[in-house]
């Protein structure tokens, strides 16, 4: 979907483009905050996210995972730049360029457009590997070629060191300068509204995480621009940047497919419990039937065959990205269809054990409708398996990515991937000597989005799980 | 036990038929038989007629789920659907589209595929269990507190990471083991040693933390309270009361799993170049070999319905309280 | 000095791992062979998925294949140009000329309307030992059965004890083009072999009519037409018209011998079940036979110990003497017993083999020089390519191998953007062409092997121009002072552009930009792609990747559904002819409606008239003109972006002698030696483990234990009261 409304930016004139995916991702942050506001009525679970946050780690996780969201969401607000105007072009008429780009592109400057030829290692000035060059007297020689543009700017190469630890202080600088502001801004927001007699929450981790985010992609965006951070890749697109791109891909897979998986999950378990019957007996037969199929051929399978459909169809997608987004979103949606049993047999088990409680009984007596039933009193008391279920599936869903790519099954290889990186990794690895940086680009990013979320679903599963809390008491 | 086993045997079928339905929904979908027939003959010179001669000696010639043509029972017999996917049911397989009999090389790799996974299960729970009862004496020390948190970091670590990081180390540069690929019969451990170790520890993290929580919930109980108080050691306590006691969910997550490891491991079997069933599905996929993977999907099916059943049984034999009726 | 208990364990330890260390090194991947015996040890990447001679079509396959049938002539091993020999005939075979009434026509006569090839057998040739031609004491088969359970007991053609041979006869010859006539089997040469050997079709029609499902057919019932058995050593070949490139047909495996006997053997009831199938297990004259074949980890090539008298060639061309390839001329062939041939699902793997020494070459089916391994392979010194210090330290043997192939982008010519014969169409694709710069795609992508071709023919063949002739004038320039080609520079393709209606990329009335498709199978990897939009946004042409599977990528070509593809041919024959017909309009994609080789369905009535004159004049000034026309002609069109001709570099270990390539009969292992005593010392001195890791590792896991043991000591000798205290 293309369409301009207050077409420009910076000056620019841009077309904004929507993609299918950045709809659903902006839906589901505000699905998930609302959500979350409405938990907040309840004093219990109100009490139980307390829990959550009143850790330094709960706190500290949290951030991070909030700095990933935050870059994937920014990477999800999508445009196409016009085309400069060439004589003989009606002056109504623009064009737009076929490369999508997104606010975070304008956020890294120009990372993403710095294409040397191919492999560059970290902070290199010259290519990785020689090539035959052609000098201006005719005479060829091999040797390692000048990068186009990491460390260009320097007028001499021993100015390289010295050049890299100024420009270090320099973007630490600019990133911790942005932190303290916000930092002091929510400092003062908290004085002015702590009254409650609730204990404080240890808001001084969450603040030196978030001083330690901004300090590093201020050095990052700072060097970024200036070297490549973590080399070049085999086609010469930036490491790094390449990574950053993968943030959206890995939070996305995470988020979208448990989106997918929820409502199945939720209606035909909560149904099949309620109702019994042959509701039960069609649900359970639906989901052990999915269950029995190994999850990896049903997923390779679709994916192929949502792969032919894509192919036979290419005139609803104007450029490559759009392409790419459809067949993720049928990705994820796959993962989802795949994934909602185990779910949708814990909530069925619940609600079978809720609807014999007294106290429903009784509503039905009195001749409570089933879905006043269903709203007040049980779903409710489902909340926490939803929650704990998401958070958890979040991580293996970012981890099983990268083993779907591995298969072919994966993420569009025109689509930035950590799977895709890691893959490649292999074959680089080997090399002599080998290419690390594509490998540890993605490697640290994807370890430390997941660690995170493992970390605070721990944390959550803790402060939610009444068997926990059963024993804790 | 006996008529209960005859019993989830036949709820199973309506289930297998199910699976059969869906896999061959998708894969007709995907392909029509003449794209199978024009990827399997190759680029050069290939002629209409000896696509239509491929397609009828595949048998893809029939209507998919009714044919009109004929009369009675066999307007529902002889259709692709009857030809290719019931006959499963009595174990014949037929033959890939690349004309090799499936039934016999799906004997013949699950041999590598058992020969890896067996071991990786077996040592896996063996270690990941020691690992949770070491780590478990020391609960709410710091110890334990660090040992969670190296379970927590190893979880995070893609899988594919271990299996390149791990070949390039072992095999590539210390030299302590070949590359990759597999020998018959006793020599094959050298081959097997690798994936076997990085599976094993590509899995503590996952696997330690989950007997972890298992066994604490268990030792909460009032029988391992009772046992420290009367002066048990706490490893006594761990051995002779808390395991036992938490056997009955490890079956659950335990048992299922042991007929699907037929089925091999996909990623590590292809990675090490080990000829089992994994790699065989995996290649089946990126050729699209559907005859291949309608067997593969039938055979997972209907080893993850023995794994159910077998868990139902393992459970009278842990706990003689519950029994099967 | 006083030792330590632990430090005695740690010695110990160590000495039982030196100890078991002694039978060879740890990471040999290879299955033990016996001393006795010269092995070789190869591997394959693609699993074969066809050895019936018949119907095998691709180099994977013919690397076993080859090795296991004879055909009637073959090429010479060190010869080039390429240069065809007699292998199982006696001599070269001998050409007829032939008119309606089937009289003989005086020599280089032009209307023949056939053609008739004799061809003489050696006698005395013999077959493998085979359980197919086992006989009992009556002289019946002894293995041909009626039901499935007589053939029960058997699983592998090794289960069966008995085996026999026989002599090769012009039945045999005659017998297997029948079987390519035979629709049964599937022969990608069905289709253009119809087109030449006479009553082909009306053969097919026969077994059609006569076979009963389930049943052998004994395809000596019926007589082709076009063959004739002269005598038991004699047999002839009738075609229609002229066709001097048939001879190159009968040095493939497709006109290799089949008795009758192996196809009657693998028609027993219950065998193709067990896979028991010529499809799988190959019975040939040739010098190996295969005695194990599990695709999915080894094949295994032994020696025939029936195989006729040859002998290594004693001539050769320039500087084989120097590089040693003229050592054993005159000794009988083959050297080795036996060649195992593993099977790899990784190159780097592969790699990592050959560099440990357990392969004894660095790829057999293909070089395995590619990105991954090429920097430890080669540096690239003043004069070109030199071997890294590594490998060049262990004296590696090169070996080039130019193979009559071709890579390139084609446009399809149908299509209303990019297609059509206008001469705004035309300065389009040379526009396109001249940016698409496939020399730096060869530099990064291939390492700089391979050559920018000029134009359909590639290097080594007939009608091939190096240098300032050969030069393509639409998109090189000769550079007199390097005396190279040089592309034309960017500046004046974006004329080209502005002339072809798209000045400066836009549609010169609308102004919408110019958008191009370029269809690619999945599993395109990124940097490829990256590359080739690059380049095209060089004249600020957009490129948009349309990426599917390969049958729907087929589905589309055939349709003429597409814009931009690439493509590649790998020749079946030295000859140009097989290059030039890959433009023939009657070969076109759409216009045919079947599997043509003209992906781009290029149509030139003039083009086409020059081809069937050059099919049938002999090499020589008359057909060097010609072809020179065509070639003119089709640099003008520009259909393709001529891409570039392959290069391979193999490497072999320096215990493997006669290592030169063909690149075209892959016929050659026969001609391969190996100093196995050299392989296992080299092995050994390169193989040695690292074991110090290992042993850090366990002391880590140690250090990280004995505390914990301690730590759990002191816990047990708290109270109860102060356990529970600690948990609270």
Redesign the interface.
């Known amino acids: 979907m293309d369409f301009s409304i207050g077409s420009d930016l910076f000056g620019y004139h841009v077309l904004w483009t929507i993609l299918w995916t950045d709809i659903l991702i902006f839906f589901l942050v505000g699905a998930i905050t609302l959500f979350l506001i409405s938990l907040r009525k309840n004093p219990e679970n109100r009490q139980r996210w307390r829990q959550v946050f009143s850790t330094r780690l709960g706190m500290s996780t949290f951030v991070i995972i909030m700095a990933y969201i935050a870059i994937a969401l920014v990477d999800s607000i999508h445009f196409r730049k016009a085309l400069p105007a060439v004589e003989g072009q009606g002056s109504e008429q623009i064009f737009y360029s076929n490369t999508v780009n997104s606010l975070l592109d304008l956020a890294l400057g120009e990372m993403g457009e710095q294409h040397e030829r191919t492999y560059s290692a970290p902070f290199a000035l010259k290519s990785w590997n020689k090539e035959n060059l052609l000098l201006p007297g005719g005479e060829r020689v091999r040797d390692y070629p000048v990068l186009k543009y990491g460390g260009q700017h320097l007028k001499n190469d021993e100015d390289k060191q010295r050049d890299i630890a100024l420009n270090s202080l320099l973007g630490l600088g600019k990133g911790l300068a942005l932190a303290l502001l916000l930092i002091s801004l929510h400092a003062r927001w908290l004085k002015k509204r702590s009254k409650s007699s609730e204990p404080d929450l240890p808001w001084r981790a969450g603040w030196i995480t978030f001083a330690i985010i901004m300090a590093l992609l201020g050095w990052l965006i700072t060097l970024g621009n200036l070297y490549h951070v973590l080399g070049t890749d085999q086609a010469g697109n930036d490491t790094l940047y390449e990574s950053l791109k993968g943030i959206r891909t890995g939070v996305l897979i995470g988020t979208l497919a448990t989106l997918i998986t929820m409502p199945i999950a939720i209606s035909l378990g909560i149904a099949a419990g309620y109702f019994k019957g042959w509701i039960d007996d069609v649900v359970q037969y639906i989901y052990t039937t999915l269950i029995s199929i190994p999850g990896l051929l049903l997923i390779a399978a679709s994916v192929l065959l949502f792969q032919v459909w894509i192919n036979n169809n290419p005139d609803f997608f104007e450029v490559g990205l759009e392409k790419a987004d459809a067949k993720f979103l049928a990705l994820c949606f796959i993962l989802g269809i795949t994934s909602w049993t185990s779910l949708c047999r814990l909530l069925r088990a619940e609600t079978l054990k809720i609807s014999q409680l007294d106290y429903v009984q009784a509503a039905h007596a009195f001749g409570v409708s089933h879905f006043q039933i269903i709203r007040r009193h049980i779903l409710p008391n489902l909340s926490h398996i939803i929650i704990i279920s998401f958070v958890l599936d979040f991580s293996a869903l970012v981890l099983a990515e990268a083993v779907l790519s591995y298969i072919g099954v994966g993420v569009d290889p025109a689509m930035a991937s950590w799977g895709n990186m890691i893959n490649m990794a292999s074959t680089e690895l080997s090399r002599e000597p080998s290419i690390w940086w594509n490998l540890s680009g993605a490697f640290f990013l994807m370890f430390v989005l997941v660690l995170s979320v493992n970390l605070f679903s721990d944390l959550v599963n803790d402060a939610f799980d009444p068997k926990t809390q059963l024993e804790a008491a | 036990m006996f008529a209960y086993i005859i019993r989830r045997l036949c709820y199973a079928i309506p289930i297998l038929i199910g699976v059969n339905l869906l896999t061959f929904i998708l894969f007709f979908i995907v392909n029509t038989p003449e794209d199978m027939a024009r990827a399997h003959l190759g680029d050069k010179y290939v002629t209409e007629q000896a696509i239509q001669e491929w397609i009828a000696d595949k048998g893809y010639d029939q209507p998919l789920f009714y044919n009109p043509q004929v009369s009675g029972l066999e307007q529902l017999t002889s259709t692709i659907f009857f030809e290719k996917s019931i006959k499963l049911f009595a174990f014949d397989f037929g033959n890939s589209d690349e004309g090799r009999n499936i039934r016999s090389d799906v004997v013949d790799r699950m041999g590598p595929s058992l020969a890896l996974a067996l071991p990786t299960f077996i040592i896996g729970i063996w270690v990941n269990i020691s690992v949770a009862l070491m780590v478990l004496m020391f609960r709410g020390s710091r110890l334990d507190r660090f040992a969670v948190a190296v379970f927590v970091t190893m979880m995070s670590v893609s899988y594919l990471f271990y299996i390149v990081v791990g070949q390039f180390f072992i095999a590539k540069v210390s030299r302590l083991v070949p590359v990759s690929g597999y020998n018959e019969g006793i020599d094959g451990w050298r081959f097997l040693v690798l994936p076997i170790a990085i599976g094993v520890i590509a899995g503590i993290g996952a696997g330690a933390r989950w007997y972890r929580t298992l066994f604490i919930e268990a030792s909460g109980q009032d029988f391992a309270r009772t046992a420290r108080a009367k002066g048990v050691s706490e490893a006594g306590v761990l051995f002779r009361h808390v395991l036992p006691n938490a056997m009955l969910p490890i079956l659950t997550g335990v048992v299922v799993v042991i007929p699907s490891l037929f089925m091999g491991s996909l990623i590590m079997e292809s990675f090490f170049s080990i000829p089992g069933l994994g790699s065989y599905l995996l290649d089946a996929i990126q050729a699209q070999d559907f005859a291949i993977v309608r067997a593969m999907v039938f055979l997972g099916s209907v080893l993850y319905i023995i794994g159910l059943i077998l868990t139902d049984i393992s459970y009278t034999w842990a706990d003689p309280r519950v029994r099967l009726n | 000095m006083q030792q330590s208990p632990t430090w005695k364990w740690l010695a110990i330890l160590t000495a039982a791992v030196l100890l078991s260390g002694c039978n060879g090194?740890?990471?040999?991947?290879n299955?033990?062979t016996n001393p006795e015996q010269v092995t070789y040890f190869g591997s394959f990447i693609t699993r074969p998925?066809?050895l019936d001679p018949v119907r095998s079509?691709?180099a994977e396959e013919a690397m076993f294949i080859d090795q296991i049938y004879d055909p009637p002539l073959q090429y010479h091993f060190l010869k080039r140009p390429y240069e065809l020999e007699p292998a199982t005939a006696a001599t070269m075979p001998s050409l007829e000329l032939l008119n309606e009434q089937l009289q003989p026509l005086p020599a280089g006569s032009k209307e023949a309307a056939f053609s008739r090839i004799t061809i003489r057998l050696k006698p005395d040739t013999r077959y493998q030992p085979h359980p197919a031609f086992a006989k009992d004491d009556s002289g019946n088969p002894l293995y041909v059965f009626s039901t499935t359970d007589e053939g029960a007991p058997y699983k592998l053609l090794a289960d069966f004890p008995v085996t026999g041979t026989r002599n090769l006869t012009a039945d045999d010859y005659i017998y297997q083009i029948k079987r390519i006539a035979d629709?049964?089997n599937?022969s990608?040469?069905?289709?253009?072999m119809s087109g030449y050997i006479v009553g082909m079709k009306a053969f097919g029609q026969w077994t059609k009519n006569n076979r009963q499902p389930g049943e052998w057919l004994d395809l000596r019932q019926q007589d082709m037409e076009g063959l004739e058995k002269i005598d038991d050593l004699t047999f002839a070949i009738r075609i229609k018209g002229i066709y001097p490139q048939f001879q190159y047909w009968l040095a493939m495996h497709f006109f290799a011998p089949v008795p009758w006997e192996a196809d009657r053997f693998y028609h027993n009831p219950g065998f193709?079940?067990?896979?028991l199938?010529l499809?799988?297990n190959p019975i040939g004259t040739g010098p190996f036979m295969m005695t194990v074949n599990?695709p999915?980890?080894e094949i295994v090539l032994e020696r025939n110990p029936n195989y006729r008298k040859d002998f290594y060639p004693s001539e050769g061309s320039e500087n084989d003497l120097e590089r040693g390839y003229l050592a054993d001329a005159g000794k009988p062939l083959p050297f080795i017993d036996k060649a195992v041939y593993?099977?790899?699902?990784?190159?780097?793997?592969m790699?990592?083999?050959f560099v440990?020494g357990?392969y004894d070459r660095s790829g057999d089916g293909n070089s395995n020089i590619n990105?991954?391994?090429f920097?430890?392979a080669f540096?690239?010194?003043?004069d070109g390519l030199e071997l890294?210090p590594?490998l060049a330290s262990r004296d590696i043997v090169v070996d080039e191998e130019v193979s009559p192939s071709l890579y390139y982008i084609g446009f399809n010519m149908v299509d209303p953007v990019v297609g059509g014969y206008s001469e705004e169409k035309r300065k389009l694709r040379q526009a396109i062409s001249i940016v698409y710069n496939d020399q730096?795609y060869i530099?990064?992508f291939r390492n700089?092997i391979g050559q920018v071709a000029q134009g359909p023919i590639p290097p080594g063949l007939f009608g091939y121009t190096a240098g300032k002739e050969g030069l393509n004038p639409y998109i090189f320039d000769w550079d007199e002072?390097?005396q190279t080609a040089r592309r034309k520079p960017i500046e004046y393709a974006r004329k080209l552009l502005a002339e072809a209606g798209y000045?400066?990329g836009?549609h010169?009335?609308?102004?919408?930009?110019l958008?191009l498709y370029m269809d690619t199978t999945?599993?395109?990897?990124?940097?490829?792609?990256?590359?080739i939009k690059?380049q095209l946004a060089k004249i600020n042409v957009?490129l948009?990747?349309?990426?599917?599977?390969?049958?729907?990528f087929?589905?589309k070509m055939r349709q003429g559904n597409t814009q931009m593809f690439g493509w590649g041919w790998l020749a079946d024959y030295p000859d140009p002819e097989n290059f030039l017909f890959l433009l023939d309009s009657r070969q076109g994609l759409v216009k045919c409606q079947?599997?043509g080789?003209n992906s781009t369905n290029y149509d030139n009535p003039e083009y086409d008239r020059l081809y069937d004159r050059i099919k049938t004049l002999p090499n020589g000034p008359e057909r060097l003109s010609a072809i020179n026309r065509m070639l003119a002609i089709v640099q003008k069109d520009s259909p393709w972006i001529w891409g570039f001709n392959n290069k391979e570099y193999y490497l072999s270990n320096q215990w493997v002698y006669n290592t030169k390539r063909h690149g075209i009969s892959q016929a050659t292992l026969k001609y391969l030696r190996v100093d196995p005593d050299l392989r296992a010392q080299k092995q050994k001195a390169w193989?040695?483990?690292?074991?110090w890791?290992?042993f850090a590792g366990i002391g880590l896991l140690l250090m990280i234990l004995i505390p914990?043991i301690k730590?759990?000591r002191q816990?047990?000798k708290l109270t109860?009261e102060d356990?529970e205290a600690?948990?609270e």
């Open positions: 090194p740890w990471n040999d991947p299955p033990p998925k066809h079509y691709s629709p049964v599937k990608p040469l069905l289709g253009l193709p079940e067990k896979n199938t499809d799988w599990s999915n980890r593993r099977y790899e699902k990784a190159a780097t793997s790699w990592s083999k440990q357990y990105s991954a391994t920097d430890r540096t690239t010194g003043p890294t590594e730096e530099d990064i700089g002072i390097i000045p400066n836009r010169r009335e609308t102004g919408k930009p958008i999945a599993g395109d990897s990124n940097p490829r792609s990256d590359w690059k957009q948009e990747f349309r990426a599917t599977d390969y049958t729907r087929k589905e079947c599997d080789s193989n040695q483990p690292v074991i890791p290992m914990g730590a759990y816990r047990q109860i356990q600690v948990r």
